[in-house]
Each structure stands twice: as structure tokens, then as C-alpha cells.
């Protein structure tokens, strides 16, 4: 009878157990916290057992445990690898660090930030991040070149059906319209230069695709002349 009292007492005290519990030498004893270390085994009751807090901003435990020690906090200071901190060491998480301005890094959790890349002439399309490299605008051939050529070529009112069917906002077409009144070639460079912008080095093909699309062929053939001609007007390597 009184083991089986005691029995009870100790399940109910184990199920106390606010953060869970281990066994050791035949003993069930109470997990210490996180931020903790312990100190010392239970002895009467799984509670009994001692614990004590890490040193805050040197030390950490990061879940219940019944470790006798604590890990070390993070470091975002080594030499050359670009990190800084995010989220200091607490006695209960790590250090967070992340990449400096102008760096980024892969893997998680990272070691070392590598420089983000510099586009230069072709410009940015999508900006470096902690976690992504620099995205560079695609070089986009001669089409910028081109554009004066073809906008002659193509005319204002193939040109915003064109674009419309593809997708460009009214908006844009307006605002064209707007900045370059009665200037039906003006108006056609500028929507060229979009047509470029959303397309780039595919600014070309897909015009010409959208011209055949439009029953223009004789268009799409000049288009084609235009392009090829550009080509052929290349000058030639020095030959030694």
C-alpha cells in the first residue's frame, strides 16, 4: 500500500515535469529549462534537481535539457567573412548573424558572404539581398540600335495593337501618347524601347513572331532585312 502511494506521487511529480523529463541511474528527474544548465541530479523528487542560467551573451541552451554545460554563443566577427549581427546571443537562442551590405550568402546557416555582383553597363534587374545575388539585365544586341529603323518600319498603330496583345497596360500606351503628341513616330520609339525593356535579348523574335501572328508578313520580312542587314554591316576581325 505505501509503495503504491508513493508510486502515484512520484508519476504525479514527474508529470510536473513543466519542460519534460530523463532518466538517469534509475532515476526520473525534471528537464532543466532552456537557458539552463544543470548542476545537480535529483535525489528525493524528479523537482529537486538544480539548475542554473547560461552567461546571457556568451552561453546559450536552446530547448530543455539535462546537459552540465552550455554551448557557445555564434561569432559574426570572424575575418573576411562579411557578417554582422542580426539577433544578438540570448541565454536561450544563438546569435542570428547575417551578411553585411553588398554581400550574400547561400547556405543557412551561413559561414562566410561573398561580394554581391556589379552589373556595371547592362544595369540591374533584380537587386543583391543577404540571400541572393545581384540579377544582371540580359545584354540585349543591337536591338536598341535598331529601334529608330523599325519603329519606321512598323508604324504607331501595328505597334500598340502589337503591344496590346501582348499584355501592356493601357496605362503605358496613354502615357506615350501623352509625352509624344501627334508624333506617331516618337510614340513607336518609345514603345519600343518598353517592348526591349519587357523582352530583352528576345525583344526581336517576339516582334517578329507578333507581326507574322498579325498577318503583317511584309513587315516581318523587312524586320527581318533590317536585322540581318545589321549583321552583315559588322565589321570583319583584323586578320594578322
Known amino acids: 500500500m505505501i509503495a503504491t502511494v508513493w508510486n502515484r506521487a512520484t508519476a504525479e511529480q ?3 515535469c513543466q519542460d519534460g523529463n530523463y532518466t538517469v ?5 525534471c528537464l532543466c529549462a532552456a537557458g539552463q544548465l544543470l548542476t545537480k541530479e535529483c535525489e528525493v523528487n524528479p523537482e529537486d534537481r538544480d539548475c542554473e542560467f547560461c552567461e ?6 536552446n530547448k530543455p535539457n539535462s546537459e552540465t554545460f552550455c554551448e557557445q554563443c555564434t561569432s559574426c566577427t570572424q575575418p573576411n567573412a562579411n557578417l554582422e ?3 544578438e546571443c540570448t541565454t536561450a537562442k544563438d546569435t542570428a548573424c547575417r551578411c553585411k551590405q553588398g554581400y550574400f550568402c ?5 559561414i562566410s558572404c561573398n561580394p554581391c555582383n556589379k552589373c556595371e553597363e547592362l544595369g540591374v534587374k533584380n537587386s543583391c539581398t543577404g540571400t541572393k545575388d545581384t540579377v544582371c539585365k540580359e545584354r540585349n544586341g543591337n536591338f536598341s540600335k535598331l529601334i529608330p529603323d523599325i519603329a519606321s518600319l ?28 501627334k508624333q506617331a513616330e516618337e510614340q513607336t520609339i518609345s514603345l519600343l524601347t518598353e517592348w526591349e525593356e519587357k523582352h530583352g535579348r528576345e525583344a526581336a523574335r517576339m516582334l517578329m513572331k507578333a507581326l507574322l501572328k498579325n498577318n503583317k508578313n511584309s513587315k516581318a520580312q523587312a ?12 565589321p570583319a576581325s583584323a586578320t594578322p
Not at 56 to 61: A, D, L, S, V
Not at 106 to 110: I, N, T
Open 14 to 16: 514527474i508529470n510536473a
Open 25 to 29: 541511474n534509475g532515476k526520473t528527474c
Open 56 to 61: 546571457p551573451g556568451r552561453t546559450y541552451n
Open 85 to 87: 549581427v542580426k539577433e
Open 106 to 110: 547561400l547556405s543557412e546557416p551561413c
Open 154 to 181: 512598323v508604324g504607331w498603330g501595328d505597334m500598340r495593337n502589337i503591344a496590346m496583345a501582348d499584355g501592356f497596360k493601357k496605362t503605358i500606351l496613354d502615357n506615350i501618347q501623352q509625352n509624344n503628341p
Open 223 to 234: 524586320l527581318q532585312g533590317i536585322i540581318r542587314s545589321d549583321r552583315s554591316n559588322k
